[in-house]
Nanobody
Framework: QVQLVESGGGLVQAGGSLRLSCAASGRSIFSINAMRWYRQAPGKKRELVAAITTGGSTNYADSVKGRFTISRDNAKNTVYLQMNSLKPEDTAVYYC??????????????WGQGTQVTVSS
């Protein structure tokens, strides 16, 4: 159907940077509407980090404003998350999420498998 594959996670020191990527693929895809990044730290609820519309409008969680930047390449069905000035509290599994319009006219909300981001102090 639809696959979202994240990459770019890893271990970084506090103050460092990482760039996450998420590519959507599948024969069912007609178009992709909003794309989002969520994260979930151990023992905590999954939270929305950033979102971007097809037109490029963005919104961010207050905790990442000014440090993280979400962007997308519509031609590649790919969304990115540039994370700068990372803090230990940014440590979490980061998940990609997308609203997909299918070739048969339906809509799906799809999730990636997650990528681990660990920030050491």
């Amino acid at each position: 159907q639809v696959q979202l594959v994240e990459s770019g996670g890893g271990l970084v020191q506090a103050g460092g940077s990482l760039r996450l990527s998420c590519a959507a693929s599948g024969r069912s895809i007609f178009s992709i509407n909003a794309m989002r990044w969520y994260r979930q730290a151990p023992g905590k609820k999954r939270e929305l980090v950033a979102a971007i519309t097809t037109g490029g409008s963005t919104n961010y969680a207050d905790s990442v404003k000014g440090r993280f930047t979400i962007s997308r390449d519509n031609a590649k069905n790919t969304v990115y998350l540039q994370m700068n000035s990372l803090k230990p509290e940014d440590t979490a599994v980061y998940y990609c999420n997308a609203d997909v319009r299918t070739v048969v006219g339906g809509f799906l909300n799809s999730w990636g498998q997650g990528t681990q981001v660990t920030v050491s102090s």
